[in-house]
């Protein structure tokens, strides 16, 4: 099939900040693109080729929007998987499949998934409502603290609590969720896995993630990370069994914890471009995206390796601040060498929302690290 400069169309399940930096690939090779977003002020408006609103789980509007393209993907999980079915066994190309997804959309489900294909993750507990844990914790038959985490529809660090005490129980939502055993880690770490429709795979180096204590989302992703070969080389092996399970198409960012003792567990996946893997649009030969376009098109995929050390500063609203966006001190970073920022799209801004990120490059780890401290220190995410 001729993708290029052609009739062909790729439909995107998703159109926020993702979807926007998967565009720049798609326009870069002059690809038709379909995106399908609840939200008229959705970042990848102005970048596909036409743009629909519609909710992305509600039946009708997935099924009658992948009716008008050729293949189609996601950028976001929680999208409707019976619509997703029919126009599979319609012959539509759906990457990944809706039967992977399934897999995936449930964090239980997923958990269930680690546990039954022998893939090392921290020991949990499946509850369909907040009743059912209260009651498991009133007989002890979970051990506090634990990490609480609601089974669908978290994102960004919503969705996940630590419990330290009984009390912390009447904070939480009467939702499906799971009750997971809480890791002694010294690093928190990601692999990225690209495998095309034929089967080719290809790994992204392991990244580092630092996380801000608070809003449990990640500040700054370090790649390579600052760990030994030998925990290197077992992270990636585990993220390509993890891979080969899942038996995705397309990319597979593979979340995980280095204990203490050196294991490693796999914490959650995202069958998706993802925050980890933004540094790579500046460090990598291919970025993740441009990747993610050619595993589902069943291309050749390009090179994961790093050009140069690269860390990514997350850009979230700063507390306090609700309303129109204004990025203070942006012109101070953008002087720095080797800073490049990345602004979503989005006008409105409050505290911790995902607003952009910047991206470090820099022969010296040690002096690219320095510089992400500068530049979260100096650019400000406000309302004015």
């Known amino acids: 099939m001729n993708y290029f400069s052609s009739d062909f169309k790729l439909g995107i399940l998703g159109g926020g900040q993702l979807g926007k930096m998967l565009l720049a690939e798609t326009r870069k090779f002059d690809i038709q693109t379909y995106v399908i977003d609840p939200s008229t002020a ?115 660090g919503n969705g996940v609590k630590i419990v330290r005490t009984a009390s912390d129980l009447n904070n939480l939502p009467n939702v499906e969720c799971i009750a ?54 077992k992270a990636t092996k585990i ?36 925050n980890s893997g933004h540094y790579s649009i500046e460090a990598s030969y291919t970025s993740q995206f441009e990747n993610h376009l050619r595993a589902i098109l069943n291309l050749p995929l390009g090179n994961t390796d790093s050009k140069v050390a690269g860390i990514m500063v997350n850009l979230v609203g700063e507390e306090g601040f609700s309303g129109p966006v204004t990025y203070k001190n942006i012109e101070k970073i953008m002087a720095i060498n080797g800073v490049t920022p990345h602004i979503y799209g989005k006008r409105e801004t409050r505290p911790f929302r995902k607003m952009g990120h910047v991206t470090i490059v820099n022969e010296d780890m040690a002096e690219a690290r320095k510089i992400a401290e500068e530049v979260k220190n100096t650019l400000r995410v406000i309302a004015e």
């Open 42 to 156: 959705a970042p990848s408006q102005f970048g596909a080729t036409e743009f629909f609103i519609g909710d992305l789980m509600d039946f009708d509007a997935i099924y009658e929007f992948g009716k008008k393209v050729d293949v189609l993907t996601i950028e976001i999980e929680n999208v409707n998987l019976d619509a997703l079915d029919k126009l599979e066994k319609e012959g539509l190309a759906v990457y990944p499949s809706p039967k992977t997804l399934r897999l995936i959309q449930n964090k239980g489900r997923q958990k269930d998934f680690y546990v039954e294909n022998g893939i090392p993750s921290a020991p949990h507990l499946r509850f369909t409502d907040l009743t059912k844990l209260k009651s498991a914790a009133a007989s002890d038959k979970i051990k506090m603290p634990f990490v609480w985490k609601c089974a669908q529809f978290g994102y960004d």
């Open 180 to 233: 997971e055993e809480m890791v002694p880690f010294i690093n928190e770490l990601a692999v990225i896995v690209a495998r095309s429709v034929s089967g080719e795979v290809n790994t992204y180096p392991v990244v580092e993630m630092e996380f801000h204590p608070e809003a449990n989302q990640v500040e700054y992703v370090i790649c390579p990370a600052r760990i030994d070969n030998e925990i290197a080389s």
């Open 239 to 274: 993220a390509l069994k993890v891979s080969e399970a899942f038996n995705h198409v397309g990319l597979l960012a593979v979340e995980l914890f280095q204990t203490e003792n050196d294991e490693i567990l796999v914490n959650e996946v995202a069958p998706r471009p993802h």
